[in-house]
């Protein structure tokens, strides 16, 4: 049973519940690193690493740390771990350090770390938020690099740098500019909505779903719609 | 002159060209988030906007006087993040003890800045550009008008789609992404104005 259980905490990450095409967390880094492959590679194992770490401190952490400061504090672990990946790879692989540019530090406000600290690793044991970093940070990977597999071939007719010469007169340039990046993003979450079809959980209408801010979004959406509710919503 | 020149190239291609939001991607959760209603997305951008040239003034001088001169430029992300959070949270505070009424307007959308990736990447952005103080403010200024001329944009267009009929597995999120996608399409004509203006 036990056995079953992790496999399911490791495996859900990968489709039924991937961050990035489910959960639709993570959205800037998504959307600025795929345009080529190994850059969408390099973000997501980068992200994955910060985002195992993390999620095993906060989880180590979460009887000492405080219900009302709990956010600042997963802020100050994920910051860190941000700073140390930075570091080894500014030190490791520059050519990496500057394709990634200011989307590295930015690994600090992803949702999906941030999320998943909220979500599971505040409330779940040590091995199993491991497990689920690993799942997470697998499905960020994977999905990040489907996209940028196809806006690199498509737009730049080259994979992870190599030319591939017989799709040059055919590559859409625009593709691995801004818009496209977002179109392809669009078209990925249409397409996996019709193959988990029915198993997938509902999807919230907007994007933060699961982030812990999401809260507040709703609670600013409604507040407006409704201002009676207005004082009873503050921020924790 | 040549400053003021600068000033206004910066301010232009912060809002216009390297509009963070459709070129850069950074604040796209919000973006996506709350751009259903203008009077929300016009709410979210001024606080946006507000909170990004509080961040730059206060995260500049942080990077030039304090971490620079005790060689702890590394801090950076660490130190950044978490004086942009708790600025935010003084600054809640205060537009309630004392101008209740803007708080009511504003302050619901405070919190959802915090981890807003658009305020940190323009703190980290102005300092990797090496601009000075007054042309980090002024960048800040045309980043955060930019975030909120998308916004605006976006709801427009947003408050159409839904009267259509769209295929079921486009609804939601997907055809809200191919809507932005056709905005920024459209944002790219401006590249390259800028320079031609001032060249």
Not at chain 1, 50 to 62: A, E, P, Y
Not at chain 1, 201 to 223: D, I, M, V
Not at chain 2, 111 to 138: E, H, K, R, W
Request: with cysteine.
């Amino acid at each position: 049973m036990s056995k079953n259980n992790n496999w399911s905490i490791l495996l859900k990450g990968i489709l039924k519940e991937n961050p990035v095409l489910v959960l639709i967390l993570g959205t800037c880094p998504t959307l600025a690193t795929t345009t080529n492959v190994a850059g969408a590679f390099g973000m997501g194992i980068a992200a994955m690493v910060v985002l195992i770490c993390s999620n095993m401190l906060i989880s180590l952490l979460r009887k000492v740390i405080p219900e009302n400061v709990r956010i600042p504090c997963y802020i100050v672990v994920i910051a860190g771990f941000v700073t140390i990946v930075q570091m080894i790879v500014q030190a490791y692989l520059p050519p990496l350090y500057e394709m990634l540019g200011v989307y590295l530090p930015l690994i600090t406000v992803n949702c999906i770390i941030l999320g998943r600290a909220e979500m599971f690793a505040g409330k779940n044991s040590v091995g199993k938020s491991a497990l689920d970093g690993v799942g997470m940070g697998l499905g960020f990977t994977l999905a990040l690099c489907a996209m940028a597999t196809i806006r690199e071939v498509l737009g730049a007719a080259s994979f992870a740098g190599i030319a591939i010469p017989a799709l040059e007169p055919y590559k859409i340039e625009v593709l691995v500019k801004a818009p496209g990046g977002m179109l392809v993003y669009g078209l990925l979450i249409a397409l996996v909505f019709v193959i988990t079809q029915g198993k997938a959980p509902l999807k919230k209408s907007f994007s933060c779903a699961g982030c812990p801010n999401a809260k507040h979004c709703h609670s600013a959406c409604t507040e407006i719609a409704d201002p009676a509710n207005a004082e009873t919503k503050e921020v924790q | 002159m040549d400053l003021f020149k600068s000033l206004i190239v910066i301010l232009l291609s912060s809002v216009l060209v390297n509009n963070y939001v459709l070129a850069r991607f950074l604040g796209i959760c919000p973006f996506l988030g709350v751009s259903k209603k203008l009077d929300q997305a016009s709410g979210m951008g001024i606080a946006v906007t507000a909170v990004m040239l509080l961040a730059t003034a206060v995260t500049w001088p942080i990077q030039y006087w304090v971490l620079e001169p005790l060689n702890l430029g590394y801090l950076q992300t660490i130190v950044f993040i978490l004086v942009i959070a708790s600025l935010v949270q003084v600054v809640e505070l205060l537009l309630k003890k004392f101008i209740p009424a803007l708080h009511k307007g504003l302050g619901v959308y405070l919190p959802l800045i915090t981890t807003n990736c658009a305020v940190l990447g323009v703190a980290i952005n102005n300092v990797t550009d090496g601009y000075t103080f007054i042309q980090s403010m002024v960048s800040s200024l045309g980043v955060g008008l930019g975030f909120l001329l998308a916004m605006v944009l976006f709801s427009g267009l947003r408050s159409r789609i839904d009267e259509t009929g769209i295929p079921k597995p486009f609804r939601g999120l997907a055809v809200t992404l191919i809507a932005a996608s056709f905005i920024s399409l459209a944002f790219m004509g401006f590249a390259g104005i800028v320079d031609a203006l001032f060249a």
